[in-house]
């Protein structure tokens, strides 16, 4: 919940809340027009005008809050993709003759996932979910997640109605996913070295050596430099 809380941006949060509290303030008002029409209590006749504005505005209100509240619920699976998105931090590594296992890490704070895979390379398919333009001004343009290892799929938070496939149906989810890919992405076989999967709007998903791991290997490379330094200024003229 703390990590689908951090990527819920604040306009959209805000949307979803106004859009339920205005359409229930609304379904209330109507709802008690029409049980005082049909009970015969006097009232105070209003033109039909009246009531064809209230009915659009209460549609479009809660066509907006269905809208917002997928969004927010597409972020149980997904990552919200912002420029370079990081999804996961992944490893590839020998497991045996034509075996590989692969090491699968969503968050800093989640467990790793461990598939031992047949063949000789680590394949991650990456799904990219192009949004709805309006929630783009919302802050969520586009969504991302691994979404399968190899042939193995990954375990959806979301029932199979709540999740964005590439092949397009009638579905209520249609008023939130413009469109949606599945991307393949080959880790190369090291034990050593983690990669991280990167999404990024407008482009296809990439790979780059773990920051950590990075770090180590640049402070590894000072390390050595600082002592060809030193045994320069030691050496006999």
């Given at each position: 919940m703390t990590e689908l809380l951090r990527q819920v941006p604040a306009k959209l949060l805000c949307c979803?809340?106004?859009?339920?509290?205005?359409?229930?303030?609304?379904?209330?008002?109507?709802?008690?027009?029409a049980i005082r029409r049909l009970a015969g209590i006097p009232r105070v006749p209003r033109p039909?005008?009246?009531?064809?504005?209230?009915?659009?505005?209460?549609?479009?209100?809660?066509?907006?809050g269905l809208v917002a509240i997928g969004a927010i619920v597409l972020l149980r699976d997904h990552?919200?993709?912002?420029?370079?998105?990081?999804l996961a931090e992944v490893r590839c590594r020998a497991a045996g003759p034509d075996r590989v296992r692969m090491e699968v890490r969503a968050?800093?704070?989640?467990?790793?996932?461990?598939?031992?895979?047949?063949g000789n390379a680590c394949v991650v398919w990456v799904k990219q979910v192009e949004l709805r333009p309006g929630l783009a001004i919302l802050g969520v343009p586009a969504v991302s997640r691994i979404d399968g290892i190899g042939p193995v799929p990954r375990p959806n938070a979301n029932p199979e109605w709540l999740t964005p496939r590439p092949v397009p149906g009638r579905r209520l989810l249609d008023l939130v996913v413009r469109r949606t890919e599945s991307v393949p992405v080959t880790v190369p076989v090291d034990a050593e070295r983690s990669q991280v999967v990167l999404s990024s709007l407008g482009g296809g998903p990439t790979l780059k050596p773990s920051p950590a791991e990075q770090l180590g290997q640049d402070g590894a490379s000072r390390h050595f430099n600082e002592l060809g330094a030193v045994s320069a200024r030691r050496a006999p003229p």
């Open positions: 979803a809340v106004l859009a339920v509290l205005f359409s229930a303030a609304l379904t209330l008002l109507l709802g008690w027009h039909p005008e009246t009531y064809v504005a209230l009915s659009t505005t209460w549609l479009l209100l809660v066509a907006t990552r919200r993709v912002d420029g370079r998105t990081e968050s800093p704070s989640a467990a790793p996932e461990s598939y031992d895979l047949e």
